[in-house]
T-cell receptor, first 114, second 114 residues
């Protein structure tokens, strides 16, 4: 079975601070990895995805994530956060592509203080 | 990508009643998924709905409580039956486009049971 762990449940940062959210997964085969974001009152949106190739993946709004296979990790980073990044961030994994179910981590609430 | 419309966006229901949530997609998709997001928690998959076959339910979810219909390739419904306060959640549908496409999510239905 696949599982996802997000270590930080609630993160508070000041604007311009750097961000790194941890994500570790457990799955026995080839995985597809995702970060989704949910802004207050809005639906879940895809930030970035990794399927294969370059382990450093760049997404929307200046976010990036690095897939480290040996550590089973897919941490999300942003060099300088903005107040508008306040949201909940979910790491997710599935094995086998878009037809397979996605398992979500418990989410990290990010609060950016102006 | 796909545009997903969910109805209703929110509802307040009485204990013991049932509510049917609709999910409409703007293109034909093979796989549709129903998730639940309980307050303060992550997303949990309820079931996978394929057109022309019975839905596949995850552990802890049963057809009598969450009957699902999938009459065609663009539409699905989830019914939450005999509701209790514990069913107060956001219910989301998502679609899988296959290959390495990530799942796309609807806006969700915020359900409160009194």
């Amino acid at each position: 079975a696949q599982s996802v762990s997000q270590h930080n449940h609630h993160v508070i940062l000041s604007e311009a601070a750097s961000l790194e959210l941890g994500c570790n997964y457990s799955y026995g085969g080839t995985v597809n990895l995702f970060w989704y974001v949910q802004y207050p009152g809005q639906h879940l949106q895809l930030l970035l995805k990794y399927f294969s190739g370059d382990p450093l993946v760049k997404g929307i709004k200046g976010f990036e994530a690095e897939f480290i296979k040996s550590k089973f990790s897919f941490n999300l980073r942003k060099p300088s956060v903005q107040w508008s990044d306040t949201a909940e961030y979910f790491c997710a994994v599935n094995g086998g592509g878009g037809y397979q179910k996605v398992t979500f981590g418990t989410g990290t609430k990010l609060q950016v203080i102006p | 990508s796909a545009v997903i419309s969910q109805k209703p966006s929110r509802d307040i229901c009485q204990r013991g009643t049932s509510l049917t949530i609709q999910c409409q997609v703007d293109s034909q998709v093979t796989m549709m998924f129903w998730y639940r997001q309980q307050p303060g928690q992550s997303l949990t998959l309820i079931a996978t709905a394929n057109q022309g076959s019975e839905a596949t339910y995850e552990s802890g979810f049963v057809i009598d409580k969450f009957p699902i219909s999938r009459p065609n390739l663009t539409f699905s419904t989830l019914t939450v039956s005999n509701m209790s306060p514990e069913d107060s959640s956001i219910y989301l549908c998502s679609v899988g486009l296959g290959g390495h496409q990530p799942q796309h999510f609807g806006d969700g239905t915020r359900l409160s049971i009194l």
